[in-house]
């Protein structure tokens, strides 16, 4: 019998968490680290799962079909790449609004996929960011008026995107360690896949520490911003600030399934990565360099010796080329500290 699949919707999940040995050795950690690599996905991040599991879930439920259906989103990049992908895939017609900051790279895979990219009026786009996650729904709402079909996605506060990692990535972490895993390290984007691989993991284990990754203040108030000289970066939100739940934190966010919040810079976001290309031949993102800083930082810990710590890598640093983050200043990243 053939193995040949009928469509990229069959290939999304299964990615390899791989240890960094090499990364390890060079450091002197005492904890192991093992990234779960969802650039493996087929459009190349762990929002493969969210976007293929919300469509399906309601196609199951009579939602939505590709005769009657413009599937709409507003995002950041990665969602609207993966949610463009698969409605090709699938035969939807799919409306997307881009925030700002999203790498060239992203952009121009949303043309390749024949997106219909929406021009969001810019007071529209400030709000998202004065007002914090709420106003999304006010720009879903505009980019639904007169659409035929129109069906939010609302990638912020949808079940199914929780559900699409506790269903499978989650499973997958635990199945692929053994069982073993101590430490889970994750960001918050959209809330989904560190609530759904937390809930998971801690029914299985209620040891197993959850650790989300936060973005420095001064990178937040200050971010790099695309177009600029010193390249570009589109920050993690941050949403805690020690206390309580900030604006920023979507609806699917979980605080009660989170055990510690964890401050990284940019510069050390940015050392990680280069260190991970360097020793290992893996080169990623922002974001998961992010996660990777907060996972060397755990692995440091003399509390930590001998723990298997497993960072979630959403995607690979090829779609941030543009924003110069293959770049190395050595004059600046040998003084720099975990």
Known sequence: MSNIYGSITELVGNTPIVEFKRLEKALGLKGRIAGKLEYFNPAGSHKDRMAIEIIEAAEARGDISPQNTTLVEFTSGNTGVAMAAFAAAKGYRFNIGIQNGVSIERKKLLEAYQANIVDVPQNLIDNVFNKGISAFEDVLNWMSEGVEGAYPTKQLDNKDNINAHYKYTG???????????????????????????????????????????????????????????????????????????????????????VDEYVTITYAQ???????????????VGAS???????????????????????????????????????????DVEDDIEF
């Open 269 to 283: 976001t940015l050392k990680a990565i280069h260190l991970l290309a360097k020793y290992e031949g893996i080169f």
């Open 171 to 257: 499973p997958e972490i635990w199945k692929d360690t053994d069982g073993e895993i101590d430490i889970f390290v994750g960001g918050v984007g959209t809330g989904g896949s560190t609530h759904g691989i937390s809930k998971y993991l801690k029914e299985q284990n209620s040891s197993i520490k959850v650790v989300i990754t936060q973005p420095d203040e001064n990178d937040v108030l200050n971010p790099i911003v695309e177009g600029t000289e010193d390249g570009g970066f589109h920050g993690i939100h941050a949403v805690h600030d020690g206390t309580s739940i900030t604006p920023m934190a979507p609806a699917n966010f979980n605080q009660d399934l």
């Open 288 to 330: 998961s360099g992010a996660s990777l800083a907060v996972a060397i930082k755990q692995a440091m810990l003399e509390e930590n010796e001998g723990k298997l710590i497993v960072p979630l890598l959403p995607d690979n640093g090829e779609r941030y080329l543009s924003e110069d983050l293959q770049r190395v200043h050595h």
